[in-house]
């Protein structure tokens, strides 16, 4: 889709919007003088010129503006402070809001005026080749895409495993204590290519080279959370600054001088395709943090939290600017090029996105926080936009999805058609209750909770590319929002192994889209205490990947990797069908026995939610029978999914059970 901003970017430096324009904005732009006391020693100001057709348009040619080819520049634009909440006629040098790449080792000067501040903004990057401005990282390093031929080769929407990644990991220090590290794009490629060696977590055996821990566990969806630019460094990256760049510290391993943040994510992003692996972007959208629209147009683009404008109702800013979605105004639109009524902070999202989709080509979209945005009227013009372009890219409908986070999961956005799907906090809530043979508050019956996590269709979706489920998501803040095994412990179950292995069934047996978070797939535990959900320990409590060396993680390990791996595979766990044939609640029993898929293509999963075991199963004649368990028609048998094994035509549905544990078959 070409998007005239976009397109505009390409030769001219332009800025959108500046609220003040009595004085002229202008472009300061150089090389960097490393050598020198004054690293801007090289830099020089440019006026803007203002559009006659547009007042809110601001350019310069790039060809007017005595480049030398070949060259990287580093840029601002100085305008006047906007921010009713700070001091006013305030002059100051701000990062490009459009910037593709900035680099954070250098912020922005302070302007010679009298009235010049200290901004602190990190410093656009571009290189100008040819009579083009092209995005680059800032040693001039430029995104080049191989075998582009992927876009129907990646999973579709119900066959997907999604892996959500938190960039921030454990390292153990020389002292032998627990430090937290950034886990860069460059050691995040090293999960899946066996080439390559985590530059800043050499030291962690699953990172190292030959090893390909996601590659092994078989994830075809990679979830990160934010890689737009933040302020973050140790924290998540919720409070995106800059929206169409990508993470500064994320691609600036401690080996290097210079970052490479966009063709480290770009590589990254490639050989995912290449692995037949899509790549999901996590947005923030409700509010940001120090993005450059802050200081240049604050009452067009944000509303203050707490404030009295009624954009600002209900809404919680997380220490940042709230974006006003409903804020209309006649002028240029950025998509079009043309003029007419528009909303600023909905077109600037939208700017975003479709640079992310055609620059990074990225294939699925996580919406965080959709309650926080309040305006559902944009949520659906901003997944309506995503799906366009990436139709006009020549993607298929179901290997697209535009993903939301709403904690209280409210039907009416998949029912009135705003998004395409749902993170559904109803499994989480519900599956760590049945692993405690107890009730969750959705339901007062045990069978009908285990129903209701198993077919999602019996909380009001229709399909199960409608709802993606987990156990555990990145939000670990606050008691039975905890990681899996700390949730255990927590609850007085020591022996979290059989815990851990029968909610994986529960998980990857279920209609829906499944998720793990990093570390659940072998017991991976808190290293801070997070039983306050608002402080920020959740944001820097890390998946430790030295845990895999545990033999007991390890065993869990290999379990969830078979479960994953057929998920991705069998076609009965692509489709919706499921039946519950067997339900036993008699001396203390709960036994769920479910079936997906039909005729022979079909899995029957047998779930013992209790402490009960059939008494000496060891013994031959001891067994559990199950009157409904389906007949093996002709030229079929039945494999156990989870210990790799036929099972003999005597034993079928008649097999001992033991306490807390699932048996997924298959007929094969």
Not at 299 to 306: K, W
Request: with cysteine; proline share 6%; glycine share 6%.
């Amino acid at each position: 889709m070409l998007v005239n901003f976009l397109q505009r970017k390409q030769i001219e430096f332009i800025l959108w919007r500046p609220k003040i324009t009595e004085t002229q904005p202008t472009l300061l732009i150089g090389t960097i003088a490393t050598s020198s006391h004054n690293p801007y020693e090289n830099f020089r100001e440019i006026p803007l010129q203002q559009s006659k057709e547009f007042p809110e348009l601001w350019f310069i040619a790039a060809n007017q503006c005595n480049l030398q080819d070949g060259q990287v520049y580093f840029y601002w634009f100085k305008i006047i402070n906007t921010n009713p909440y700070e001091n006013q006629a305030q002059i100051m040098y701000c990062t490009d809001p459009t910037a593709t790449t900035v680099d954070r080792r250098f912020l922005a000067p302070i302007p010679p005026e009298n009235q010049g501040v200290a901004s602190f903004d990190p410093a656009s990057v571009i290189l100008y080749q040819k009579g083009k401005l092209i995005p680059c990282d800032p040693q001039g390093e430029t995104v080049t895409w191989e075998n582009n031929d992927y876009l129907n080769n990646l999973p579709p929407n119900n066959r997907l495993v999604i892996y959500e990644l938190p960039p921030r990991w454990t390292i153990i220090a020389p002292s032998g204590e627990t430090e937290v590290g950034i886990g860069t794009f460059q050691d995040v490629l090293s999960l899946f290519d066996t080439n390559c060696t985590a530059p800043d977590f050499s030291e962690v055996e699953a990172l190292r080279k030959g090893c390909a821990h996601l590659r092994e566990l078989g994830i075809n969806a990679l979830e990160l959370l934010p890689v737009s630019d933040s302020d973050d460094k140790f924290e998540w990256g919720y409070g995106t600054a800059n929206y169409l760049a990508a993470d500064f510290d994320l691609g600036h391993p401690k080996t290097q001088i210079a970052p490479t943040a966009s063709v480290d994510l770009a590589k990254l992003i490639q050989t995912c395709h290449q692995q037949g692996v899509r790549f999901f972007i996590d947005v923030v959208m409700a509010f940001s943090r120090n993005n450059p629209y802050r200081n240049l147009n604050f009452s067009d683009f944000y509303v203050r939290y707490n404030s009295n404008d009624p954009e600002g109702f209900n809404r919680e800013s997380f220490g940042g600017d709230l974006f006003k979605y409903n804020y209309w105004v006649e002028g240029y639109q950025p998509l079009s090029g043309e003029k007419g009524s528009l909303v600023p902070s909905r077109e600037y999202m939208k700017v975003f996105i479709a640079h992310w989709l055609e620059y990074y080509r990225v294939d699925g979209i996580r919406i965080d926080s959709v309650n926080n945005i309040s305006n559902y009227d944009f949520v659906e013009e901003f997944k309506n936009l995503s799906r366009e372009i990436w139709k006009q890219r020549g993607g298929s409908s179901d290997r697209f999805l535009v993903v939301g986070e709403e904690l209280s999961v409210p039907l009416a956005l998949i029912q009135q058609n705003r998004l395409d799907s749902l993170w559904n906090e109803h499994f989480k809530t519900i599956a760590r209750k049945v692993i405690l043979g107890q009730n969750s508050y959705l339901d007062n019956s045990f069978e009908w909770n285990v129903k209701k996590l198993i077919d999602c269709r019996f909380l009001g979706f229709t399909d199960g590319s409608q709802v993606v489920n987990y156990l555990t998501s990145h939000d670990v803040g606050g008691f039975g929002n905890e990681r899996l095994y700390n949730y255990l412990v927590n609850n007085g179950v020591y022996d979290s192994e059989k815990r851990i292995k029968l909610a994986f069934v529960c998980l990857l047996t279920a209609v829906g889209i499944p998720m793990i978070l990093a570390g659940d797939e072998f017991g991976d535990r808190h290293d801070l205490d997070i039983s306050d959900e608002h402080s920020n320990k959740k944001q820097v409590d890390p998946v430790n990947f030295n845990r895999l060396r545990d033999d007991w993680r390890q065993r869990i390990f290999q379990y969830v990797t078979r479960l994953v791996r057929f998920r991705t595979t069998f076609d009965a766990l692509a489709v919706n069908d499921t039946n519950f044939i067997h339900g036993d609640f008699n001396e203390g029993k709960r036994v769920v026995v479910w079936q997906r898929g039909v005729g022979e293509n079909m899995v029957v999963v047998v779930a013992n939610f209790s402490d009960y075991g059939t008494p000496n199963p060891v013994n031959p004649t001891s067994e559990y029978v199950i009157p409904n368990f389906p007949s093996t028609p002709v030229g079929k048998q039945w494999q156990e999914i989870t210990q790799n094994r036929l099972v003999p035509s005597e034993w079928i549905g008649r097999e001992p059970i033991f306490p807390w544990e699932a048996k997924v078959y298959a007929l094969v």
